[in-house]
Protein backbone atom coordinates (compact mmCIF):
# COMPACT_ATOMS: atom_id res chain seq x y z
CA UNK A 1 0.00 0.00 0.00
CA UNK A 2 1.44 3.29 -1.16
CA UNK A 3 -1.16 5.07 0.60
CA UNK A 4 -2.21 7.32 -2.77
CA UNK A 5 -5.59 6.99 -3.79
CA UNK A 6 -7.43 7.44 -6.75
CA UNK A 7 -11.10 8.01 -7.54
CA UNK A 8 -13.44 7.14 -9.65
CA UNK A 9 -11.86 3.13 -10.43
CA UNK A 10 -13.17 3.01 -13.84
CA UNK A 11 -14.90 5.67 -15.82
CA UNK A 12 -17.00 5.65 -19.30
CA UNK A 13 -17.55 9.07 -21.33
CA UNK A 14 -18.39 9.78 -24.78
CA UNK A 15 -16.57 12.27 -26.83
CA UNK A 16 -16.58 15.79 -26.56
CA UNK A 17 -17.56 15.36 -23.11
CA UNK A 18 -15.46 16.49 -19.77
CA UNK A 19 -13.97 14.57 -17.19
CA UNK A 20 -12.02 15.16 -14.03
CA UNK A 21 -10.31 12.50 -12.41
CA UNK A 22 -9.25 12.69 -8.36
CA UNK A 23 -5.79 11.54 -6.94
CA UNK A 24 -4.91 11.81 -2.85
CA UNK A 25 -1.15 11.61 -2.06
CA UNK A 26 0.71 10.33 0.84
CA UNK A 27 0.58 12.81 3.86
CA UNK A 28 3.29 15.26 3.20
CA UNK A 29 4.57 14.63 -0.21
CA UNK A 30 4.28 18.11 -2.00
CA UNK A 31 4.68 16.78 -5.32
CA UNK A 32 2.07 14.72 -7.75
CA UNK A 33 2.97 13.84 -11.29
CA UNK A 34 0.00 12.52 -13.75
CA UNK A 35 0.63 9.75 -16.02
CA UNK A 36 -1.34 8.17 -18.93
CA UNK A 37 -0.75 4.70 -20.41
CA UNK A 38 -2.07 3.33 -22.77
CA UNK A 39 -3.30 -0.48 -23.26
CA UNK A 40 -0.01 -2.46 -23.47
CA UNK A 41 2.10 0.89 -23.27
CA UNK A 42 4.51 2.62 -20.61
CA UNK A 43 3.00 5.18 -18.61
CA UNK A 44 3.68 8.68 -20.32
CA UNK A 45 4.22 11.85 -18.50
CA UNK A 46 1.51 14.27 -18.46
CA UNK A 47 2.45 17.14 -16.15
CA UNK A 48 3.75 17.86 -12.17
CA UNK A 49 2.32 20.08 -9.81
CA UNK A 50 4.39 21.22 -6.97
CA UNK A 51 3.27 23.32 -4.27
CA UNK A 52 0.42 23.79 -6.20
CA UNK A 53 1.97 25.15 -9.23
CA UNK A 54 2.85 23.04 -12.58
CA UNK A 55 6.27 21.89 -12.55
CA UNK A 56 6.50 20.82 -16.13
CA UNK A 57 4.81 19.21 -18.50
CA UNK A 58 4.97 16.40 -20.85
CA UNK A 59 3.41 16.58 -24.36
CA UNK A 60 -0.12 16.78 -23.99
CA UNK A 61 -2.23 19.72 -24.93
CA UNK A 62 -4.06 22.06 -23.13
CA UNK A 63 -7.10 20.33 -23.01
CA UNK A 64 -5.14 18.24 -20.21
CA UNK A 65 -4.77 20.56 -17.12
CA UNK A 66 -4.79 20.14 -13.70
CA UNK A 67 -4.99 21.41 -10.10
CA UNK A 68 -3.22 20.53 -6.80
CA UNK A 69 -4.83 21.85 -3.09
CA UNK A 70 -2.97 22.21 0.11
CA UNK A 71 -4.47 19.19 1.34
CA UNK A 72 -2.35 16.51 -0.89
CA UNK A 73 -5.18 15.76 -3.17
CA UNK A 74 -4.72 17.07 -6.61
CA UNK A 75 -7.58 16.17 -10.19
CA UNK A 76 -6.66 15.71 -13.44
CA UNK A 77 -9.01 17.13 -16.00
CA UNK A 78 -9.46 16.52 -19.61
CA UNK A 79 -11.68 18.53 -21.93
CA UNK A 80 -13.10 17.24 -25.43
CA UNK A 81 -12.61 13.74 -24.82
CA UNK A 82 -10.98 12.21 -27.80
CA UNK A 83 -11.38 7.79 -28.22
CA UNK A 84 -7.46 8.23 -27.81
CA UNK A 85 -7.99 9.05 -24.55
CA UNK A 86 -8.83 5.94 -23.51
CA UNK A 87 -6.68 4.81 -21.00
CA UNK A 88 -5.39 4.00 -17.60
CA UNK A 89 -4.60 7.44 -15.82
CA UNK A 90 -2.11 6.80 -12.69
CA UNK A 91 -1.03 9.67 -10.30
CA UNK A 92 2.05 9.18 -8.23
CA UNK A 93 2.84 11.50 -5.36
CA UNK A 94 6.48 11.73 -4.03
CA UNK A 95 8.31 14.17 -1.11
CA UNK A 96 9.59 17.17 -1.51
CA UNK A 97 13.52 16.84 -2.46
CA UNK A 98 16.47 19.04 -0.28
CA UNK A 99 16.48 22.44 -0.49
CA UNK A 100 12.91 22.74 -0.87
CA UNK A 101 12.82 21.58 -4.54
CA UNK A 102 11.60 18.36 -6.70
CA UNK A 103 14.46 16.15 -6.62
CA UNK A 104 14.77 13.75 -9.72
CA UNK A 105 16.32 11.41 -7.52
CA UNK A 106 12.57 11.24 -5.31
CA UNK A 107 10.82 8.23 -5.56
CA UNK A 108 7.38 8.08 -6.71
CA UNK A 109 4.76 6.09 -5.16
CA UNK A 110 1.91 5.44 -7.40
CA UNK A 111 -1.91 5.07 -7.15
CA UNK A 112 -4.07 2.29 -8.37
CA UNK A 113 -5.38 4.40 -11.52
CA UNK A 114 -8.33 5.20 -13.11
CA UNK A 115 -9.29 3.57 -15.96
CA UNK A 116 -10.83 5.88 -18.77
CA UNK A 117 -13.01 4.72 -21.54
CA UNK A 118 -13.95 7.04 -24.34
CA UNK A 119 -16.45 5.77 -26.45
CA UNK B 1 16.65 12.36 -26.28
CA UNK B 2 16.24 10.34 -23.18
CA UNK B 3 14.56 6.75 -23.99
CA UNK B 4 14.54 3.40 -22.24
CA UNK B 5 13.90 0.24 -23.96
CA UNK B 6 12.72 -2.82 -22.99
CA UNK B 7 13.28 -5.17 -26.27
CA UNK B 8 11.81 -8.22 -24.41
CA UNK B 9 7.72 -7.70 -25.03
CA UNK B 10 7.09 -11.02 -23.36
CA UNK B 11 8.59 -13.96 -20.98
CA UNK B 12 7.26 -17.41 -20.07
CA UNK B 13 8.84 -19.10 -17.65
CA UNK B 14 8.45 -22.31 -15.20
CA UNK B 15 8.42 -21.74 -12.01
CA UNK B 16 11.81 -21.89 -10.00
CA UNK B 17 13.15 -20.87 -12.94
CA UNK B 18 15.46 -17.82 -13.27
CA UNK B 19 14.63 -14.74 -15.32
CA UNK B 20 16.75 -11.73 -16.41
CA UNK B 21 14.83 -8.75 -17.48
CA UNK B 22 16.41 -6.28 -19.94
CA UNK B 23 16.52 -2.64 -19.76
CA UNK B 24 18.84 0.24 -22.13
CA UNK B 25 18.09 3.48 -21.28
CA UNK B 26 19.77 6.63 -23.41
CA UNK B 27 20.14 10.11 -21.66
CA UNK B 28 22.97 12.92 -21.92
CA UNK B 29 22.50 14.08 -18.29
CA UNK B 30 25.50 12.64 -15.96
CA UNK B 31 23.35 12.61 -12.88
CA UNK B 32 20.20 10.52 -13.76
CA UNK B 33 18.31 7.86 -11.79
CA UNK B 34 16.78 4.84 -12.47
CA UNK B 35 13.69 2.67 -11.21
CA UNK B 36 12.12 -0.79 -12.03
CA UNK B 37 8.33 -0.84 -11.14
CA UNK B 38 6.19 -4.58 -10.91
CA UNK B 39 2.60 -3.69 -12.45
CA UNK B 40 0.05 -6.86 -11.29
CA UNK B 41 -3.23 -7.28 -13.29
CA UNK B 42 -4.46 -4.63 -10.14
CA UNK B 43 -3.02 -2.03 -12.40
CA UNK B 44 -1.11 -0.11 -9.28
CA UNK B 45 2.48 0.55 -10.48
CA UNK B 46 5.03 -0.95 -7.33
CA UNK B 47 7.95 0.57 -6.89
CA UNK B 48 11.15 -2.12 -6.52
CA UNK B 49 14.15 -0.28 -6.20
CA UNK B 50 16.26 3.05 -7.30
CA UNK B 51 19.51 3.54 -8.51
CA UNK B 52 21.59 6.74 -9.27
CA UNK B 53 24.40 6.89 -12.05
CA UNK B 54 27.01 6.96 -9.25
CA UNK B 55 26.54 3.75 -7.68
CA UNK B 56 27.24 1.02 -10.22
CA UNK B 57 27.49 -1.80 -7.05
CA UNK B 58 24.74 -4.51 -7.79
CA UNK B 59 22.08 -5.02 -5.71
CA UNK B 60 20.49 -8.05 -4.43
CA UNK B 61 17.13 -8.08 -2.15
CA UNK B 62 15.93 -11.31 -1.66
CA UNK B 63 15.28 -13.44 -5.05
CA UNK B 64 15.70 -9.80 -6.76
CA UNK B 65 18.93 -8.67 -7.84
CA UNK B 66 19.92 -5.87 -10.31
CA UNK B 67 22.78 -5.03 -12.66
CA UNK B 68 23.69 -1.91 -13.31
CA UNK B 69 26.27 -1.13 -15.71
CA UNK B 70 27.32 2.43 -17.36
CA UNK B 71 29.61 1.00 -19.61
CA UNK B 72 26.68 -0.30 -21.57
CA UNK B 73 23.87 1.80 -20.41
CA UNK B 74 22.51 -1.07 -19.05
CA UNK B 75 20.27 -1.77 -15.80
CA UNK B 76 19.00 -5.47 -15.87
CA UNK B 77 16.75 -7.37 -13.03
CA UNK B 78 17.00 -10.45 -12.07
CA UNK B 79 14.85 -12.72 -10.49
CA UNK B 80 15.99 -15.79 -8.99
CA UNK B 81 13.81 -19.14 -8.56
CA UNK B 82 10.78 -17.26 -9.42
CA UNK B 83 7.41 -17.81 -8.29
CA UNK B 84 4.19 -17.38 -9.83
CA UNK B 85 3.48 -14.59 -7.35
CA UNK B 86 5.82 -12.90 -9.61
CA UNK B 87 4.06 -12.66 -13.03
CA UNK B 88 3.18 -9.19 -13.41
CA UNK B 89 4.43 -6.46 -16.11
CA UNK B 90 7.87 -4.76 -15.36
CA UNK B 91 8.71 -1.50 -15.99
CA UNK B 92 12.45 0.30 -16.01
CA UNK B 93 12.29 3.73 -15.94
CA UNK B 94 14.87 6.75 -15.74
CA UNK B 95 14.10 10.02 -14.12
CA UNK B 96 14.51 13.12 -16.15
CA UNK B 97 15.15 16.89 -14.44
CA UNK B 98 12.19 19.06 -15.64
CA UNK B 99 13.67 22.25 -16.21
CA UNK B 100 16.16 21.68 -13.40
CA UNK B 101 13.28 21.90 -11.39
CA UNK B 102 12.44 18.26 -10.61
CA UNK B 103 12.06 14.83 -12.84
CA UNK B 104 9.48 13.26 -14.52
CA UNK B 105 9.89 9.12 -15.54
CA UNK B 106 10.54 8.07 -18.52
CA UNK B 107 9.15 3.98 -18.94
CA UNK B 108 10.13 1.97 -21.82
CA UNK B 109 7.86 -0.42 -23.40
CA UNK B 110 7.68 -3.21 -20.16
CA UNK B 111 8.17 -6.64 -20.03
CA UNK B 112 5.52 -8.84 -19.89
CA UNK B 113 6.47 -11.72 -17.41
CA UNK B 114 4.18 -15.37 -17.00
CA UNK B 115 5.37 -17.46 -14.14
CA UNK B 116 3.52 -20.87 -14.68
CA UNK B 117 3.62 -23.19 -11.79
Known amino acids: ETGVTQSPTHLIKTRGQQVTLRCSSQ?????VSWYQQALGQGPQFIFQYYREEENGRGNFPPRFSGLQFPNYSSELNVNALELDDSALYLC??????????????????FGPGTRLTVL | AQKVTQAQTEISVVEKEDVTLDCVYETRDTTYYLFWYKQPPSGELVFLIR??????QNEISGRYSWNFQKSTSSFNFTITASQVVDSAVYFC??????????????FGQGTELSVKP
Open chain 2, 51 to 56: RNSFDE
Open chain 2, 93 to 106: ALSEMIYNQGGKLI
Open chain 1, 27 to 31: SGHNT
Open chain 1, 92 to 109: ASSPSGTGGSVDPADTQY
